[in-house]
Every structure is written in structure tokens, then in C-alpha cells.
């Protein structure tokens, strides 16, 4: 009997797990590219083992994603792209502190009402990353920058 048990354990075990790991696959609908990589990203610092992007998605099921782009050496943007459920992009925008130096988005979170928050770092004429939050109308456009 023990053994009838433990034969049955198994095999639901191993049904279970195969239909969990059914239910974990991925189907790839979409893929898009935006913004120019940023190739110096700190190499040999502290910074470099920072996620400078982040992404997350609204109520209508829209991909926010913000990162960084490049604009010109030593010089990035953080970079705010707002996809449709089918990958078209809604809208793009970049935000640069001004001062030609590296600015990155890190975050990004929405409200109920579609409003997009952005989180990053931006370099100052006289300092070196200040946080910068910056917020977005649903449809793109920026409210204030703080």
C-alpha cells in the first residue's frame, strides 16, 4: 500500500510540476528597440552595477519603460517610451538635466488615472546626480519635473 501511495505521490508531483511549468511560459508577441545604448555606463565604478531602466504597465494594459539614450559622448538623456498591448509606441520622450552629462531614468509607476512617474538621476552644472522625479500626462505630456 505504501508503495501504491508513494507511486501516486510521483506521478501527481511530476504532473503537477509539468503543468506549472506549462503555465510559466512566456509567449513573445512583440519585441521594439528605442534610444541609443549608452556604452560607457560607468565601466570599473559602483555605478555600473546599478539597473539604470525600469518598466511597468498602466490600467490599460499600455508598457511603460524608461532607461537612458544617448545623445552624445558624455552625454545621455533619460529616455520614457510608452507602448501599446501591441508593441506600437504611443509616445517617446526624453528629459536632459541641461547641463551635457549623463542623466538616467531608474523608475517608473503610473496612477490610477494613467499619469506616469519617472524616477532618475540627472547631473547639475555644479553636482553630480541629483534625483529627479518627473511626471507625464497618459498621453505624454510633461507636468513638471522636480
Known amino acids: 500500500m505504501k508503495k501504491i501511495l508513494f507511486t501516486y505521490f510521483i506521478i ?8 506549472h511549468a506549462q503555465s510559466l511560459l512566456i509567449n513573445q508577441e512583440w519585441v521594439a528597440h528605442s534610444g541609443q545604448p549608452d556604452a560607457v555606463n560607468f565601466p570599473g565604478s559602483p555605478w555600473e552595477d546599478i539597473d539604470w531602466n525600469s518598466s511597468t504597465t498602466d490600467n490599460s494594459g499600455n508598457l511603460l519603460v524608461v532607461g537612458n539614450t544617448l545623445v552624445a559622448a558624455g552625454n545621455t538623456d533619460i529616455l520614457t517610451t510608452k507602448y501599446s ?3 506600437s509606441v504611443v509616445w517617446q520622450r526624453t528629459f536632459g538635466s541641461g547641463a551635457n552629462g549623463y542623466d538616467y531614468g531608474v523608475t517608473v509607476a503610473t496612477d490610477p488615472t494613467g499619469n506616469v ?3 532618475g538621476v540627472t547631473t547639475g552644472v ?3 546626480f541629483n534625483i529627479t522625479v518627473l511626471k507625464y500626462t497618459a498621453s505624454g505630456v510633461l507636468l513638471w519635473s522636480r
Open 12 to 19: 501527481c508531483l511530476v504532473a503537477n510540476t509539468s503543468l
Open 85 to 87: 498591448p501591441s508593441g
Open 117 to 119: 512617474y519617472v524616477a
Open 126 to 128: 555644479s553636482s553630480f
